[in-house]
């Protein structure tokens, strides 16, 4: 992977991860792959350094599993991460801190683990982050939009809570439950 971040002013930055891989598939050809696996724009407005928006390709901010491996604290992914919820969204987020302990993210996104989206329709959330202790985190975010072509979509629903703590030096305890339609 290849990282780059570039900060335009003191309000605006750009960054970009792309990401290659070798995938041999025994008797085929061996393929290298290129993805752009996060391509952002931030801005926080000048005298406003609680709020932020975000335009681009980033990691979902929900749950606790993340899909970048050096933000991840397990050896492998679980079924929840790889099937009940989206590991990147493409879109507008907008984020507000409204105290040192609350956070609350706004979502607009064109697509699930894809930058362009075959769905017909758009997905909108929410995610409140709170910090209840000093090594303690909880949060609950809601993910719905449509789902499939314009002549044939469904509506679809991702309720998700996470939590982590610490409770000695060394030890994370976390977990993530969903619930989708």
Known sequence: AVSLFRE???????FGQLTTSLTDEGDAEPATEIDIDNLLVSFTPSGASNLSLTF????????????DEVLLFTPST???FELARPAKLTGLFGGWSLSPK???????????????????GKTGGLR?????????????????GSEG?????????????????????????????????
Do not use: C, M, Q
Not at 102 to 110: E, F, G, W
Not at 151 to 172: K, M, Q
């Open 78 to 80: 679980s079924f929840n």
């Open 149 to 181: 072509p314009a002549d044939s979509t469904s509506n679809r629903l991702l309720l998700d809570v996470d939590y982590a703590f610490e409770p000695g030096r060394g030890w994370i305890v976390a977990g993530e439950a969903n619930y989708a339609k």
């Open 56 to 67: 681009g390709t980033l990691d979902a901010p929900v749950g606790f599993e993340r899909d």
């Open 102 to 120: 609350v956070d609350l993210t706004a979502i607009v996104a064109n697509g699930w683990d894809s930058p362009l989206d075959p769905n017909h």
């Open 8 to 14: 335009l002013n003191d309000n605006l930055y750009v």
């Open 128 to 144: 409140l982050g709170v910090l209840p202790a000093e090594h303690a985190s909880l949060g609950v975010s809601a993910l719905y």
